[in-house]
C-alpha cells in the first residue's frame, strides 16, 4: 500500500531514495521508503529550494503523489493560533478550512466538476492522526483558515478571522482540495507555533521555527505511528469525490 507524507518548513526527516515524477506541471522529487506492507511517498512541500507558500506548486505536488500511486496522504502544517486557550507548540488537527488564497485550486479546468467539501478531510484518517497525536499531550480540533501570505496577518485580519477559524496559516490549501480532486484521503497534522498576530507583542519567524524544531520528534513519532494505521481499504469514499462531482 503507497502512502505521502507532505513536510512543511523544516520538516526534512524522512529521507530516502529520491525520485523524480514528472507531472503536467512540472517536475517534483519524492523521497521514496520502503516500510515493507508500507510504501513511503515523502514530500518536502516547498521543495529543495525552499519556495515560500503562495509559490509551491501545489498541482504538481498532488499530481505526483498521485502518479506514485499514493492513496492516502498525511500532511504537515505550521500555524497560529487564534485561540488564547491553544497552547503553543500543541497539535491541531483541523476538521474544515477556509480559503483565502488566491491559488490555481483545480485539476478541472476544461470540464465542470464541483467536489463536495463539506467533509473536506478523510474521516479515517484523521481519526488516526487525532489517535496518535494523544499519545503526546493535549490536541485541539477546528478550522484552518489560509492567507495567502507571504506577509503575516494584521491585528485587524486576525480579529476578523477568529470569530470563524481557530488557527492561522499558509500552506493547507489547495493542497486539501487538490488532494480530493485527485481522490486521494487526505488529513493534516499542525503543529502551532504562535499566537497569531495581536494576540503576542511581535511575531517572529525565528519563535516559528523553534517550536516546530522542539515538537519535530513527537510529530515524526505520531506520523509514522499513523502511516502504519492506515487501512488499505478505505469506506469513506474520498476516492470518488471527483466521479460524484461531475455535472
Ligand atoms: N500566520 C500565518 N501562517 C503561520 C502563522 C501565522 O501566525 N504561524 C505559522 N504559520
Do not use: W
Not at 500532511?75 to 491541531?92: K, L, P, Q, Y
Request: aromatic letters at 8%; proline letters at 4%.
Amino acid at each position: 500500500m503507497k502512502v505521502g507524507v507532505i513536510g512543511g518548513t523544516g520538516f526534512y526527516e524522512m529521507r530516502g531514495d529520491e525520485i523524480e515524477v514528472e507531472t503536467p506541471y512540472g517536475a517534483v522529487i519524492l523521497f521514496y521508503l520502503d516500510e515493507g506492507d508500507r510504501e513511503i511517498f515523502f514530500l518536502p512541500r516547498h521543495g529543495k529550494k525552499h519556495v515560500p507558500a503562495h509559490m509551491v506548486n501545489y498541482r504538481a505536488n498532488i499530481a505526483a503523489m498521485k502518479k506514485a500511486g499514493v492513496g492516502a496522504i498525511v500532511a504537515i502544517n505550521t500555524v497560529g493560533s487564534m485561540r488564547r486557550e491553544f497552547e503553543i507548540g500543541s497539535f491541531f488537527i483541523p476538521d474544515d478550512f477556509i480559503d483565502f488564497t488566491c491559488r490555481k485550486s483545480t485539476f478541472f479546468d476544461k470540464e465542470a466538476v464541483h467536489i463536495d467539501m463539506s467533509q473536506p478531510f478523510c474521516p479515517i484518517v484523521r481519526k488516526i492522526l487525532i489517535e496518535e497525536a494523544m499519545k503526546k499531550g493535549k490536541v485541539n480540533e477546528g478550522v484552518y483558515v489560509v492567507t495567502e501570505g507571504p506577509r503575516l496577518e494584521t491585528k485587524a485580519e486576525i480579529n476578523m478571522l477568529k470569530n470563524f477559524a481557530h488557527v492561522v496559516g499558509m500552506t493547507l490549501s489547495p493542497e486539501v482540495i487538490l488532494a480530493r480532486e485527485a481522490g486521494i484521503c487526505y488529513a493534516s497534522i499542525c503543529i502551532i507555533s504562535n499566537y497569531a498576530a495581536g494576540m503576542q507583542e511581535k511575531l517572529d519567524v525565528e519563535e516559528i521555527r523553534r517550536v516546530y524544531e522542539e515538537r519535530k520528534g513527537d510529530l515524526m513519532d505520531v506520523v509514522k505511528e499513523a502511516l502504519k494505521k492506515i487501512p488499505e481499504n478505505r469506506n469513506c469514499g474520498c476516492k470518488y469525490a471527483a466521479e460524484r462531482g461531475k455535472l
